[in-house]
């Protein structure tokens, strides 16, 4: 399978901080998707995006498929956006995930 | 309506027992996946299913076996369990017969304590 990195491993935010998450892929992917992590362990889906920019509330995210990266965007962050941000790639049959961003965002 | 369900949430065994994770699917896509998310979060797929036709089987020991009665079902047991195995064990389900477009769904998980 494809090898999926992300940058930061950890970030801390202050409320109300604005941040960008980064998702690299050795190989082309079919489908590429964004998943947040609650603390309660559910795993959200976020985005489903092999190419473009989408938005969604505070969140967007943007492919760019033809330099395998991706990047997540939180504005405006709350303590309820805190987590495991995960993305993950599809090559042939298999979804591969990244190690995770870990966000804690502070009151 | 939950689109993908695991039981149970929760699981607490001892060390060489035999356990059983039911998923069950109600989006009607044609494909289900275990993975395995280890200590420090990092999510590993073990089987995926297509049809009922197992169609990857990663380096997973053989004491794990899935089972797919149906397209909506995909079980996993395990036997013999050891130390290790304990993690949290995700189900989830996709399209993959339109897999450009269908992105993959999880269920809530089952978190395995082995002691």
């Known amino acids: 399978g494809i090898q999926v990195e992300q940058s930061p491993p950890d970030l801390i935010l202050q409320e109300g901080a604005n941040s960008t998450l980064r998702c690299n892929f050795s190989?082309?992917?079919?489908?590429l998707q964004w998943f947040h992590q609650n603390p309660w362990g559910q795993l959200i889906n976020l985005f489903y995006?092999?190419?473009g920019t989408k938005q969604n509330g505070r969140l967007s995210a943007t492919t760019v498929a033809t330099e395998r990266y991706s990047l997540l965007y939180i504005s405006s962050s709350q303590t309820t956006d805190s987590g495991v941000y995960f993305c993950a790639g599809l090559n042939d049959y298999k979804l591969s995930f990244g190690a995770g961003t870990t966000v804690t965002v502070r009151a | 309506d939950t689109a993908v369900s695991q039981t149970p949430k929760y699981l607490v065994t001892q060390m060489g027992n035999d356990k059983s994770i039911k998923c069950e699917q109600n989006?009607?896509?044609?494909?289900m996946y275990w993975y395995k998310q280890d200590s420090k979060k990092f999510l590993k797929i073990m089987f995926s299913?297509?049809?009922?036709?197992?169609?990857i089987n990663e380096t997973v020991p053989n004491r794990f076996s899935p089972k797919s009665p149906d397209k909506a079902h995909l079980n996993l047991h395990i036997n013999s369990l050891e130390l290790g195995d304990s993690a949290v064990y995700f189900c989830?389900?996709?399209?993959?017969?339109?897999?450009?477009?269908?992105?993959?769904?999880f269920g809530n998980g089952t978190r395995l304590t082995v002691t």
């Open positions: 995006i092999p190419s």
């Open positions: 299913y297509n049809n009922k036709e197992l169609i």
């Open positions: 190989d082309s992917v079919n489908n």
């Open positions: 989006l009607g896509h044609d494909t």
């Open positions: 989830a389900s996709s399209q993959l017969r339109d897999r450009y477009n269908s992105p993959l769904h």
